[in-house]
């Protein structure tokens, strides 16, 4: 067993969710990350929490996607639901092996899939937002995120375990230091309202008025590196062009590029797959507005890899995300979809936040 393996899974159990004695937990996971998954049910035994193990597959998906009718699609698990409603602790564990195997499955089918998982989402970020739910995603090393990053499976485990400082000897220490440094940052934006956007791939505005900025640190995703929040729904005007690929559902969208008008997305393009961006945008009527307006602050992740769950946490950029957002930031926009895009900021770029200069090229300044 590498024993980085061990370290991010008590890093998940300990440090992440809290698990306590008594917490049910559910571990979900594909099969190809069976190593954690297995780690981290050991070390959710050692907390005292009680544990059930959740299989997930791409290839599941995508017979799903290809051999269901609408009923079959729209149809819920009570597992499912179970998994939502009633546990205290859920950790996602990501892995594939291949991570284009739905690109050739109906948008439509897709779609109508998450339309009818939208309460469970729905419910989770309720829950979360209550603090009656803990929940942590992370991803494990394998070939196909490797390849993806243009990396070898060795030199993509070494970034997996060094963004999450599995790595170390003391990872809660790192992410207590990061955790610190954000911390003054969403105190100096507290009370705050119009927040200005100005680069040579962005010229927005939006209101922040009486949102709340989350200090991401490790709870809800590992690794992290991210203050964020939901901007006022019908406050964005401007445009975006978004400077790296967004991979979704197998699906890679290039060139996006997004012009809004009194909080929606009024005209959207892509060089490439632009026909599944806009399928995406139609899916409902919050999926055309921002959930999430936020700001990655992870200096150890200094490359990007075609995936999300790091690729956002990139110090000097910025994401926005489509569709849902969370309820905790007093956003109160709701979708089936929540879709991150990425906007890089180091260069003739800034963000000034009631007329003060707040961030320049990539760095905090205040």
């Known amino acids: 067993m590498d024993p980085r393996i061990t370290k991010l899974a008590e890093i998940l159990v300990n440090y992440s969710t809290e698990v306590r004695p008594g917490d049910r937990v559910a571990i979900r996971g594909e099969a190809i990350s069976l190593p954690l998954v297995n780690e981290t049910l050991r070390q959710t035994l050692r ?48 892995g594939s092996e291949n991570t284009r195997g739905l690109t050739g499955v109906k948008p439509e089918a897709q779609a109508l899939r998450q339309s009818a998982l939208r309460p469970l989402r729905d419910m989770r970020m309720e829950r979360a937002a209550a603090g009656t739910l803990r929940w942590v995603l992370t991803q494990f090393p394998c070939s196909a995120y490797a390849q993806e990053a243009d990396m070898s499976l060795e030199d993509y485990e070494s970034f997996v375990y060094g963004a999450t400082f599995a790595d170390t000897e003391d990872p809660v220490r790192h992410w207590t230091e990061i955790h610190n440094m954000q911390q003054r940052l969403v105190d100096w934006l507290k009370g705050k309202d119009t927040v200005e956007v100005r680069g040579p791939n962005v010229d927005l505005t939006l209101s922040i008025k009486e949102r709340i ?3 991401s ?25 978004f400077t790296y690929p967004a991979v979704r559902d197998g699906r890679e969208v290039e060139g996006v590029e997004f012009s809004f008008e ?26 055309s507005f921002l959930g999430e307006f936020a700001v990655g602050t992870n200096y150890g992740i200094r490359q990007f890899t075609k995936n999300i769950l790091f690729d956002e946490k990139i110090a000097g950029t ?9 309820p905790d930031t007093g956003s109160k926009n709701r979708s089936a979809v929540h879709w991150d895009f990425i906007c890089d900021m180091r260069e003739d770029s800034q963000i000034i936040v009631d007329g003060e200069l707040f961030y320049r090229n990539g760095e905090f300044v205040i």
């Open 47 to 94: 907390a005292g929490g009680l544990p059930t193990i959740l299989l997930d597959s791409d290839a599941f998906l995508e017979t799903l996607y290809r051999e269901a009718n609408e009923d079959q699609l729209k149809h819920v698990s009570p597992v499912e639901k179970v998994a939502v409603e009633e546990m205290d602790v859920v950790i996602f564990i990501r």
């Open 213 to 215: 900025f989350i200090n």
């Open 217 to 241: 640190s490790g709870a809800r995703n590992m690794p992290s590196g991210e203050i964020y929040t939901g901007p006022v729904e019908d406050s964005v005007n401007g445009w975006v062009r």
């Open 262 to 287: 009194n909080g929606k997305v009024v005209k959207a393009r892509a060089r490439k797959n632009e026909e599944y961006l806009l399928s995406q945008l139609a899916s409902d009527p919050g999926a």
């Open 318 to 326: 910025i994401h926005m995300a489509v569709g849902a957002g969370y």
